[in-house]
C-alpha cells in the first residue's frame, strides 16, 4: 500500500520505519520538501521511502497517518491539502497536547470536543480514524514492549474505514485487541485518557505501559 | 471503625451497606436530617447504621466518605463542617459529572484541575484521598464482577492516608491492585478517565468493567 505519514518526529518516524519494514511503499510528508529528518528518514529506510512536503505525501498515500503535533495538526492538514485527503482514510495519532506550561502538558482540547472532532469538521470529506494516540510510539508497532494482552482504540463515522484500520492494527502491528469506542465523539475519551497515561508514566516510570480493558 | 458515608445515592448507600455488613458503625449523611432514603436505609442496615445530616455524620465518623454528586459536593462537605472533617481521611468517590446536556454527561473540571483538588483546597486540613470514581458502585464493592485482575488507583498528598485507603481497597473491599499515582493533582488523570470509561460502557453495554494497567 502507498502510505502517507505526516509529521517527521518520534511517532511518524517509527510508524513509517515499521510501515516501510513491511515492505509498503511510505512518503513522509513535513512542512518543508527539504525537512532534514525526513531527507534522513527517507535515505536509511530503503528504496520503497520518499519524502517531501505534506501535499506531496498526501497526494501520494492511499491513507495518510496524521502523525504531526496536535498543535500543529490542522495546519500541517491544510498543508497536505483538502483534495489529497479526500475519500481516504485519515488516520489521526495525534494528540492536543498543551506544553505551554511545561510538564505534565496539558490538553487544548478534550470533554467537549476533541482533536479528532476538528479534524473531521475541519475536512468532512476524510474517512478519520482516531488510532493508537493512546501508547507510546514504540508501543505502536510493537505491542509485545508491553507484557500480556492490551488493547487499543478506533474512533470514526466510517464503519469500513474503521474496519479496514483495525485490520492494519491487528495484522501489520499485531495489536490483538482493538476497541471499536464509536463515532469520532469517542475519542474525547481516548484523548482524555491522555491525562491518567501521563501520571501512569510518572508512577511506573516507564512509557511501555498500556491498559486493558476488563468486562 | 466508625465511619461516614456523605449522599445517600448509589454510591453511597453500596458503600455504606458494604461497611455496616463488615461490622463497622456506618452514618450516612445527608442534606436534610429526615432524609427518607438515608432513613430507609439506616433501618435496613441493622443496628450499627444510622443516619443525619451531613454535619451529624461527618461528626461521628473516624474516616469521610465523600459520595455526594460531585457538582453538589464542595456544598455538601461545607454543611459537613470544615471542623468535623479536620485531620480526617476524607475519601473523594465523586466525579465532576455536568449533567446539564443530557447524556453522556461532561467534566466540569479536569485537565488544569479536578474536583479532587477543590476539595482539598477547600479543606486543607481533611487528608484527601481520591479513590474508587473509576468503577461503577456494584464494582467498587465486588471487584470480583469484573472478571479477572482489574485496578483502582488513590491519589493524595498524605502518603499515611493514602496507605490506610489503600488497606482498606484491599483488605474490606478485595481490591488485588491499588495504584498509587501520586499527590492529589493526579485526581485529573482519574476523573478525566470517565470520559473513556463513558465509551467503554456504551461499547460493552454494562457497567461492570475496568481497566488493568499492564506495564
Given at each position: 500500500m502507498k502510505i502517507a505519514v505526516l509529521g517527521t518526529g518520534m511517532v511518524g518516524s517509527t510508524l513509517a520505519g515499521k510501515f516501510a519494514e513491511l515492505g509498503h511503499e511510505v512518503r513522509m510528508g513535513a512542512r518543508d520538501a527539504k525537512n532534514p529528518k525526513a531527507e534522513a528518514w527517507a535515505k536509511s529506510a530503503g528504496p520503497k521511502a520518499s519524502h517531501g512536503t505534506f501535499a506531496d505525501a498526501a497526494a501520494f498515500g492511499e491513507m495518510v497517518f496524521n502523525c504531526t503535533n496536535g498543535a500543529g495538526s490542522l495546519d500541517a492538514l491544510s498543508a497536505a491539502g483538502a483534495e489529497n485527503l479526500r475519500g481516504k482514510i485519515l488516520v489521526d495519532v495525534a494528540n492536543p497536547l498543551d506544553f505551554s506550561r511545561g510538564m505534565p502538558p496539558f490538553l487544548f482540547a478534550g470533554n467537549t470536543d476533541s482533536l479528532a472532532e476538528r479534524i473531521q469538521e475541519a475536512f468532512p470529506q476524510a474517512r478519520v480514524v482516531k488510532a493508537l494516540n493512546t501508547v507510546n510510539a514504540?508501543?505502536?508497532?510493537?505491542?509485545?514492549?508491553?507484557?500480556?494482552?492490551?488493547?487499543?482504540?478506533?474512533?470514526?463515522?466510517?464503519?469500513?474505514?474503521?474496519?479496514?484500520?483495525?485490520?492494519?492494527?491487528?495484522?501489520?502491528?499485531?495489536?490483538?485487541?482493538?476497541?471499536?469506542?464509536?463515532?469520532?465523539?469517542?475519542?474525547?475519551?481516548?484523548?482524555?485518557?491522555?491525562?491518567?497515561?501521563?501520571?501512569?508514566?510518572?508512577?511506573?516510570?516507564?512509557?511501555?505501559?498500556?491498559?486493558?480493558?476488563?468486562?
Open positions: 514504540s508501543v505502536m508497532v510493537n505491542p509485545g514492549l508491553v507484557p500480556g494482552v492490551s488493547d487499543v482504540f478506533v474512533c470514526g463515522n466510517d464503519a469500513a474505514a474503521k474496519g479496514e484500520v483495525t485490520r492494519i492494527l491487528k495484522e501489520w502491528l499485531g495489536w490483538q485487541v482493538v476497541v471499536d469506542l464509536g463515532d469520532i465523539s469517542s475519542a474525547r475519551g481516548t484523548e482524555s485518557y491522555l491525562l491518567l497515561w501521563l501520571r501512569l508514566w510518572g508512577t511506573f516510570q516507564t512509557p511501555h505501559l498500556n491498559i486493558h480493558v476488563v468486562h
